[in-house]
């Protein structure tokens, strides 16, 4: 397979959240990641494999611990900090970009609710020293995307819990430090009434249940395993998880994956413009038939930034205000973000494909596109769209968006 179109030109920086002037470091950290994570990107998606070299970069330039206060170690970052690594990822490595962005999640639960316990405040400190990489388990057994609902439960017995978990997929569940999974609070409690639980490596085991021979995404390795964990009440959260998951889990997982999503069109977008630049130079400046998807491409690619700009700022209005999270139409905006944002990815990328014609669809043309669109289709099941917009119905008969744009 030839070389990848540079993904690197002038254009590929619109793929950044952050405003021009501010702290740019983790956009030059992430560029330097991101040439590694190009160059083994066929690799990773051939082999199925760990994308271990963007991970040993990622870990070198210590953008695991980003997100963690600086008092605990980290660099304080913001959302939008991690929404341009995401972004900037994506665009080399859809794979890649998708673990950082999962990870980032299940820091961001751990950083936003730890209610000062010992435990994990220690955990966030080394998570921030050593660079843990943490995976994330909330899919379990034939329950699908249904996050809220858990069918195991932790046993505590005085100091101790345990858990036994049939998880239909970890992500990275081998590679990673630790795993942050929900669980039901206790054998007599309903299915929603979950806890988050921090499980370190040493603490547990994983019997592979399941294999991960997927269509794209193959580098996210998210094989199915059951889980047995043992470790300290501690690492058990004490807020309950639906207030975890209103505030934290679901808004920074459509944020980060939406930008993620992002950046896998923009590379796509990269590469189509490639082909139609280079296919008019040698027609004497004609432009190819399909040129026009280039333009279409740039139509949802600009969208669909918008979007994700539009997400990032409302994200941080309302976890300022009190409740402002909690209220239905942040919720609303934030589900209908992930739902928007993947298809209008998979739009982008299809387009590109489209604007490269037979060279895009080749395997084996500088151009081809034949990777991404495979990854990009999963956004729209990452969580299926047809769930979200279901579960959103009764919030949509409740509330009226408002008639003025300010607001
Ligand atoms: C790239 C990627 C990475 C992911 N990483 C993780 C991860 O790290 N951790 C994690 O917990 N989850 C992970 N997931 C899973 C994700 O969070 C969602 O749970 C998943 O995408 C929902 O898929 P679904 O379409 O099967 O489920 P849904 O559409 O939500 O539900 C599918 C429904 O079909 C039924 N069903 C499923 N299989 C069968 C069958 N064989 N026969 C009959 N009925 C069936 C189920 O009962 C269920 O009701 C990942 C998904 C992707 C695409």
Request: aromatic share 6%; with cysteine; charged share 20%.
């Amino acid at each position: 397979m030839s070389a990848a179109v540079s993904i690197f030109s002038r254009t590929d920086r619109r793929a950044r959240f952050s405003e021009p002037g501010e702290d740019r470091t983790y956009i030059l950290r992430a560029e330097a990641i991101a040439k590694i994570a190009a160059e083994n990107a066929a690799d990773v998606d051939a082999q199925s494999r760990f994308p271990a070299e963007a991970f040993a970069a990622l870990r070198d330039q210590k953008l695991l611990g980003m997100l963690i206060p600086t008092e605990l170690g980290g660099e304080g970052a913001r959302a939008a900090d991690v929404a341009d690594v995401c972004a900037i990822l994506g665009a080399a490595c859809a794979s890649t970009a998708m673990i950082f962005a999962m990870h980032q999640v299940k820091l961001a639960c751990l950083i936003r609710h730890h209610r000062n316990n010992p435990w994990q405040l220690e955990f966030l400190r080394r998570a921030a020293d050593k660079q843990l990489l943490l995976a994330s388990s909330t899919t379990e057994g034939m329950n699908g995307g249904n996050i809220r609902s858990s069918e195991a439960a932790i046993q505590l017995e005085g100091p101790k819990v345990r858990l036994t978990r049939d998880a239909s997929c970890i992500s990275y569940g081998a590679e990673a430090d630790a795993i942050v999974t929900t669980a039901r609070r206790g054998d007599s409690a309903a299915n929603s009434d979950q806890v988050l639980v921090v499980f370190e490596k040493e603490t547990y085991t994983l019997e592979r249940t399941k294999s991960w021979d997927t269509l794209g995404m193959r580098g996210t390795c998210s094989v199915g395993y059951l889980l047995r964990a043992e470790g300290v009440a501690d690492q058990v959260m004490a807020e309950p998880y639906d207030r975890i998951h209103t505030q934290t889990m679901a808004p920074y997982a459509h944020l980060f994956w939406s930008s993620a999503w992002c950046g896998v069109a923009t590379g796509a977008f990269a590469t189509a413009r490639a082909f139609v630049r280079n296919a008019s130079r040698h027609s004497g400046g004609k432009m190819p038939p399909g040129a026009n998807n280039l333009t279409k491409a740039r139509v949802s690619l600009e969208t669909l930034r918008a979007a994700v700009q539009a997400g990032l700022a409302n994200f941080e209005r309302n976890a300022r205000e009190p409740g402002g999270l909690t209220a239905m139409d942040a919720q609303l905006a934030l589900n209908f973000l992930k739902v928007e944002a993947s298809e209008l990815a998979v739009q982008t990328v299809t387009h590109a494909m489209r604007a490269c014609g037979l060279s895009g669809y080749r395997n084996d043309t500088e151009y081809s596109l034949g990777r991404s669109l495979r990854d990009i289709l999963s956004a729209p099941i990452m969580i299926h769209n047809d769930r979200i917009l279901a579960s959103a119905e009764a919030s949509v008969l409740m509330s009226a968006p408002p008639s003025a744009l300010s607001r």
